[in-house]
């Protein structure tokens, strides 16, 4: 800054030395205009004081003091010495060429922190304003010409001759002021270029103002949303800093610096919040987001008293102050993302590197006059606009990184969800079959149930006729029945084999073997119980399993055994629709009406009973599998009658 600052004083005291060359006839106090610009141009004239602050002196009456109170005027030598006010200060312009030429009055800057009037002194018409200027407490109304740009109008110096210049400087000035005079051809061409630079910058933020509004909407990206705004707000800021908000929105001076340290900060805090969801800072770094938040409030402090309690001079300070400390604690946040590698951090931490470096170089500049008013712009600018680019790069690669991992975190949840249905389809398998394993389980105790309670009557006649002594038939249809129910089962039990006929297959039968075989087979049980058990005669051919006809018909013989007290039991078959049925009735204690829903279910047996209340549940399901039905009609004290039907008819069509 210092390096800057002394070259910009030894070319401004080059271009005094040079436009002190004046030709033989030229006053001390001439400026001769033989070059397109000459700088600080209060380094030239005479001033005339006035000792009295309260007198007001008239252009008249300055030029008629001139020869007794005027004094040279001091230069940038003197260094930044203050000229106090009010002065009048008379500068005598030189054209030595033979041509008419143009000039105008520009100013280090759009506007200047002191008030300000230039008259050009003609004796043929008189004197004319050609610029005024107003300090801070100043309308944009009451500034000639109005221009955003602060400038003089044109005057003309005619060739070989002079013209007269008279500035009014109320307040009066800084001797290190710089103040140019250009000829018209050289200021519009500097300005066309400046506003052409300026207009390029403005229009390419423009459109990453959009690209950045238009990725965050997109992508729904907090950060890059509150990077767009800060970029709005410093779009807006420098609207008004080259005083486009000045000249056509805000025309009160206070209230355009009001409006322009409102934009600063609030630009200032959506970039602090733009860092903090960069960071996450709230969930991953509370105690920064803590400071954070602590340096913007601070900040907005400090910002609230320059624009509406200090003055100028301490209003500079506090907000060098201010836009240094916001600044230097989110540089803090971008060191915090390089350190804990977050993606982008790299372009964050050199963004916002940059622009601590661009804020502090703009405030200084602008504050301290230590360059050239479009020097040091056009450097900001410049700067902004890359620091813009390089946040929106990062903002890009977190954005894409963190869209990767989603991606990433996406796919292995997907893996998991296939692997977890893969899971669950073999868990489904694995159940199914365990199902299946429970339900054969199941099938087969209920087949060694039904086997043992089949076994279990059979035995019980085989007993009492070996205790008599007795080699009857009973014996020997007791043994081939127990024969039969246990080739039966080994051949259930056995794994099917294409060469091996199926022992169940349906055959004839006569239904008087049945009965007479079931009848032998529990007589001597039910005569020992004072029961008449006899069998009807029947010429029935029937056709279907004669072991499983056997076991229905000696399950249920054997229920009404248990439940007949000294009365008849008959055993019967008969024709009905073409089908046979065969009936075992009974005169033993009947079943209650309500108990004869939950006749045929498993373990249900009553009080009388010893067994396990699987008769009738063996009965039903063994006439079921093979096509059968099994009825029942009782009545309580009355008895009973236990019907298979469906059977087919030996010869019988289907």
Same mark, same amino acid.
């Given at each position: 800054?210092?390096?800057?600052?002394?070259?910009?004083?030894?070319?401004?005291?080059?271009?005094?030395?040079?436009?002190?060359?004046?030709?033989?006839?030229?006053?001390?106090?001439?400026?001769?205009?033989?070059?397109?610009?000459?700088?600080?141009?209060?380094?030239?004239?005479?001033?005339?004081?006035?000792?009295?602050?309260?007198?007001?002196?008239?252009?008249?009456?300055?030029?008629?003091?001139?020869?007794?109170?005027?004094?040279?005027?001091?230069?940038?030598?003197?260094?930044?010495?203050?000229?106090?006010?009010?002065?009048?200060?008379?500068?005598?312009?030189?054209?030595?060429?033979?041509?008419?030429?143009?000039?105008?009055?520009?100013?280090?800057?759009?506007?200047?922190?002191?008030?300000?009037?230039?008259?050009?002194?003609?004796?043929?018409?008189?004197?004319?304003?050609?610029?005024?200027?107003?300090?801070?407490?100043?309308?944009?109304?009451?500034?000639?010409?109005?221009?955003?740009?602060?400038?003089?109008?044109?005057?003309?110096?005619?060739?070989?001759?002079?013209?007269?210049?008279?500035?009014?400087?109320?307040?009066?000035?800084?001797?290190?002021?710089?103040?140019?005079?250009?000829?018209?051809?050289?200021?519009?061409?500097?300005?066309?270029?400046?506003?052409?630079?300026?207009?390029? %910058? =403005?229009?390419?933020? +423009? !459109?990453?103002?959009?690209?950045?509004?238009? @990725?965050? #909407?997109?992508? &729904?990206?907090?950060? *890059?949303?509150?990077?767009?705004?800060?970029?709005?707000?410093?779009?807006?800021?420098?609207?008004?800093?080259?005083?486009?908000?000045?000249?056509?929105?805000?025309?009160?001076?206070?209230?355009?610096?009001?409006?322009?340290?409102?934009?600063?900060?609030?630009?200032?805090?959506?970039?602090?919040?733009?860092?903090?969801?960069?960071?996450?800072?709230?969930?991953?770094?509370?105690?920064?987001?803590?400071?954070?938040?602590?340096?913007?409030?601070?900040?907005?402090?400090?910002?609230?008293?320059?624009?509406?309690?200090?003055?100028?001079?301490?209003?500079?300070?506090?907000?060098?102050?201010?836009?240094?400390?916001?600044?230097?604690?989110?540089?803090?946040?971008?060191?915090?993302?390089?350190?804990?590698?977050?993606?982008?951090?790299? %372009? =964050?931490?050199?963004? +916002? !590197?940059?622009?601590?470096?661009?804020?502090? @170089?703009? #405030?200084?500049? &602008?504050?301290?006059? *230590?360059?050239?008013?479009?020097?040091?712009?056009?450097?900001?600018?410049?700067?902004?606009?890359?620091?813009?680019?390089?946040?929106?790069?990062?903002?890009?690669?977190?954005?894409?990184?963190?869209?990767?991992?989603?991606?990433?975190?996406?796919?292995?949840?997907?893996?998991?969800?296939?692997?977890?249905?893969?899971?669950?389809?073999?868990?489904?398998?694995?159940?199914?079959?365990?199902?299946?394993?429970?339900?054969?389980?199941?099938?087969?105790?209920?087949?060694?149930?039904?086997?043992?309670?089949?076994?279990?009557?059979?035995?019980?006649?085989?007993?009492?006729?070996?205790?008599?002594?007795?080699?009857?038939?009973?014996?020997?249809?007791?043994?081939?029945?127990?024969?039969?129910?246990?080739?039966?089962?080994?051949?259930?039990?056995?794994?099917?084999?294409? !060469?091996?006929?199926?022992?169940?297959?349906?055959?004839?039968?006569?239904?008087?073997?049945?009965?007479?075989?079931?009848?032998?087979?529990?007589?001597?049980?039910?005569?020992?119980?004072?029961?008449?058990?006899?069998?009807?005669?029947?010429?029935?051919?029937?056709?279907?399993?004669?072991?499983?006809?056997?076991?229905?018909?000696?399950?249920?013989?054997?229920?009404?055994?248990?439940?007949?007290?000294?009365?008849?039991?008959?055993?019967?078959?008969?024709?009905?629709?073409?089908?046979?049925?065969?009936?075992?009735?009974?005169?033993?204690?009947?079943?209650?009406?309500?108990?004869?829903?939950?006749?045929?279910?498993?373990?249900?047996?009553?009080?009388?009973?010893?067994?396990?209340?699987?008769?009738?549940?063996?009965?039903?399901?063994?006439?079921?599998?093979?096509?059968?039905?099994?009825?029942?009609?009782?009545?309580?004290?009355?008895?009973?009658?236990?019907?298979?039907?469906?059977?087919?008819?030996?010869?019988?069509?289907?």
């Amino acid at each position: 800054m210092a390096l800057s600052g002394f070259i910009t004083r030894l070319l401004g005291l080059v271009c005094l030395l040079l436009a002190t060359v004046a030709p033989p006839d030229a006053g001390a106090q001439d400026i001769v205009l033989d070059q397109p610009k000459v700088d600080f141009v209060l380094a030239y004239g005479t001033i005339v004081e006035i000792p009295d602050a309260r007198e007001r002196l008239s252009l008249a009456e300055a030029r008629a003091r001139l020869d007794t109170t005027g004094r040279p005027a001091p230069g940038p030598a003197a260094g930044a010495v203050p000229v106090p006010g009010p002065v009048w200060l008379q500068l005598t312009l030189a054209n030595p060429s033979d041509t008419t030429t143009l000039r105008r009055f520009v100013p280090n800057g759009y506007i200047a922190p002191y008030d300000m009037e230039a008259w050009r002194v003609d004796e043929a018409t008189g004197p004319r304003l050609i610029l005024r200027q107003v300090s801070y407490d100043g309308s944009f109304a009451d500034r000639f010409p109005q221009n955003r740009n602060f400038m003089s109008e044109a005057f003309a110096v005619p060739p070989r001759g002079t013209a007269e210049i008279w500035f009014r400087l109320p307040y009066g000035y800084y001797t290190n002021a710089p103040f140019f005079l250009m000829e018209e051809q050289a200021f519009i061409d500097a300005h066309e270029a400046r506003e052409s630079f300026h207009s390029f %910058l =403005f229009g390419m933020r +423009a !459109a990453l103002l959009i690209a950045i509004f238009a @990725f965050a #909407a997109i992508l &729904r990206q907090r950060t *890059a949303f509150y990077y767009g705004l800060f970029a709005l707000l410093i779009y807006g800021y420098f609207l008004a800093n080259y005083g486009y908000l000045y000249a056509f929105f805000v025309k009160h001076a206070p209230a355009a610096y009001v409006v322009e340290v409102l934009l600063g900060g609030l630009a200032m805090t959506a970039f602090t919040f733009m860092t903090r969801t960069f960071l996450n800072a709230r969930s991953v770094y509370p105690r920064f987001n803590r400071i954070l938040m602590s340096a913007l409030g601070v900040s907005w402090i400090l910002g609230l008293l320059a624009a509406f309690i200090l003055n100028s001079a301490m209003a500079n300070i506090v907000l060098l102050a201010a836009i240094i400390l916001i600044a230097a604690v989110n540089l803090t946040g971008a060191v915090l993302a390089v350190v804990n590698r977050h993606r982008g951090a790299g %372009l =964050f931490f050199t963004a +916002a !590197a940059f622009m601590f470096g661009l804020s502090g @170089f703009g #405030a200084v500049a &602008r504050h301290t006059n *230590a360059l050239p008013f479009d020097l040091w712009t056009k450097t900001v600018h410049i700067g902004f606009t890359i620091d813009t680019i390089l946040f929106a790069a990062a903002l890009v690669v977190q954005t894409l990184g963190l869209r990767q991992e989603r991606d990433d975190a996406a796919q292995a949840e997907l893996s998991a969800l296939r692997e977890k249905a893969h899971l669950s389809d073999q868990l489904t398998s694995v159940t199914a079959a365990h199902d299946r394993a429970l339900r054969l389980a199941e099938a087969q105790r209920r087949r060694a149930a039904s086997t043992a309670h089949d076994l279990k009557q059979p035995l019980l006649s085989l007993r009492m006729a070996l205790a008599r002594g007795e080699q009857d038939e009973t014996v020997g249809e007791g043994l081939s029945y127990l024969e039969s129910v246990i080739e039966r089962d080994l051949n259930d039990a056995r794994p099917p084999s294409p !060469a091996t006929p199926d022992p169940g297959a349906p055959g004839t039968i006569p239904a008087a073997k049945l009965i007479d075989s079931v009848t032998m087979m529990f007589g001597d049980e039910a005569a020992s119980r004072s029961i008449t058990l006899a069998g009807a005669p029947t010429d029935l051919q029937l056709r279907g399993d004669p072991v499983i006809l056997m076991r229905l018909l000696t399950n249920l013989v054997a229920n009404a055994v248990k439940h007949t007290n000294a009365g008849r039991i008959t055993v019967s078959a008969a024709e009905t629709d073409g089908t046979a049925r065969l009936d075992v009735s009974d005169t033993g204690t009947g079943i209650p009406e309500d108990a004869l829903a939950s006749l045929f279910d498993p373990y249900v047996k009553s009080e009388r009973s010893a067994g396990e209340g699987l008769g009738l549940f063996v009965v039903r399901s063994l006439a079921e599998d093979h096509g059968w039905s099994i009825e029942v009609q009782s009545a309580e004290g009355e008895g009973s009658t236990f019907s298979i039907t469906g059977i087919a008819l030996a010869g019988a069509t289907a």
